[in-house]
């Protein structure tokens, strides 16, 4: 079983529509896959109709922004939640909001420096969607300032950048609780992603754990090995789930769809305790 469990659509910072994803996932010869668009479930219901019309399993899912008190990043996947849960929804609501303000201020800064405008950003963001620094790589794209999204990020969009602006992001042990209250499965998204940025240190890990934490990304090709060996010490002493995925973003990113994947072991795990929505497995 060839199965996904990180995947982005145009709903968020993805560059295919769900139901395309869901069809380049069957193309790639995957069994399973998993949308976890940021901040949003809005693509759920193209891409499980989509799955069905194709046979090919899907779970729903999303990646929730985190910032820990020192303002270190931090992704939280979230598997078989209940979207309408008022709690869950109010914080990834205010969180995409933020975005907009943020992207928004983001912009007014490059514009002094870049031919860059409001308008040409919202070109690359599809209605509804969660906007993001990719989107407004892709404006830089366009303008010819950079050649890729990667290389924006290598440069002018990065954290340290003088035009970086942050964004409000619950803490990642609200958002755990928050999961699981909403019947969800949470689990920690590239945890050792050091070329990211600041990465949280072992108390964070139990701080998440102690509130509900279930499982860790560690096949994901943004964690160093000596890191993905720490991530299976610490998942076999918790008794966490161990995942892998590609992280997939169509264009927007090198990685491909099945180039780390999760073992069925996992996914029956996820499956048996997430309670809040529904996998379609063929
Ligand atoms: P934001 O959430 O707006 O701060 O932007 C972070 C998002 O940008 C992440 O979720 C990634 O999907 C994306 N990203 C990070 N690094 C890169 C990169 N080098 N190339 C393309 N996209 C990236
Ligand atoms: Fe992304
Ligand atoms: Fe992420
Ligand atoms: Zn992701």
Redesign the pocket.
Known sequence: MRIDLHT?SNVS?GTQPPAELVAAAVGAGLDVLALTD?DTTDGWQDAGAAAVRLGIGWVPGMEI?CKTDTGISV?LLAYLHDPAHPGLLAEITRSKDA?LTRAERMVERLAEDYPLSWDDVRLHVAPGATI???HI?DALVAAGVVGT??EA??TILTARSRYFVAHYAPDPVTAVELVRAAGGVPVFAHPVASA?GRVVAEQTYQDMIDAGLLGLEVDHRDNPADGRAWLRRLAARKDLIVTGSSDY?GA??PNMLGENLTSQDALERILELGTGSTAWLP
């Open positions: 982005h910072d940021h922004s992704h975005r993001g620094r990719p790589a999204r990667s990020f290598a990211r973003h927007g990113k």
